[in-house]
């Protein structure tokens, strides 16, 4: 049965039996949002180019035990994302998750932040993309430590 809960929090505290996905370029610059957490932690930002994968599809990471998804959800770094292109992406990556097991994905508000999307849209295509699997997936709002 398909479930989505939102907390607050840092997606990079998520066990790792959870998956994890966040959006990207086709250029892969990756140099604003959560991106560049992104690149600092996971790297291979080579193993992602060699895929070549173009708007609407999903780049795929391993990361011991998990996969890392990149959703393309534009051609280049600093342009918009749009709905379309969104719902394009998580589709492929449920097709990647069903194909391979993954039945437990953490997410940032993905497309909410840079690309400025509206989180409710987004989340209503998240549902429905996932309505029919067996799949939990947590949506971390960030919180910005006070330090």
Same mark, same amino acid.
């Given at each position: ?12 505290? !998520?066990?790792?039996?959870?998956? =994890? !996905? ?16 992104? /690149? ?17 599809? /999903? !780049? ?10 990149? =959703? ?6 600093? %342009? ?9 992406? =998580?589709? !492929? ?10 039945n437990k994905l953490a997410i940032p508000r ?14 209503? %295509? ?6 029919n699997d067996s799949i939990e997936i947590v ?9």
């Amino acid at each position: 049965m398909f479930k989505i809960t939102e907390i607050s929090g840092n997606i990079f505290t !998520a066990s790792e039996e959870f998956s =994890l !996905a966040h959006c990207v370029g086709a250029d892969l610059k990756m140099a604003k949002g959560i991106a560049v957490e992104f /690149v600092k932690r996971f790297g291979q930002k080579e193993q992602l180019m060699k895929q070549n994968v173009r708007k609407g599809g /999903v !780049a795929v990471l391993k990361d011991g035990y998990r996969f890392i998804y990149y =959703l393309v959800t534009k051609d280049l770094s600093y %342009q918009p994302t749009t709905y379309e292109t969104m719902y394009s992406s =998580l589709h !492929a990556m449920r097709t990647h998750m069903l194909t391979n097991g993954v039945n437990k994905l953490a997410i940032p508000r993905i497309g909410c932040g840079v690309d400025k999307l509206n989180w409710t849209k987004v989340k209503s %295509q998240i549902e429905e993309v996932f309505k029919n699997d067996s799949i939990e997936i947590v949506v971390y709002n960030y919180i910005q430590n006070k330090n």
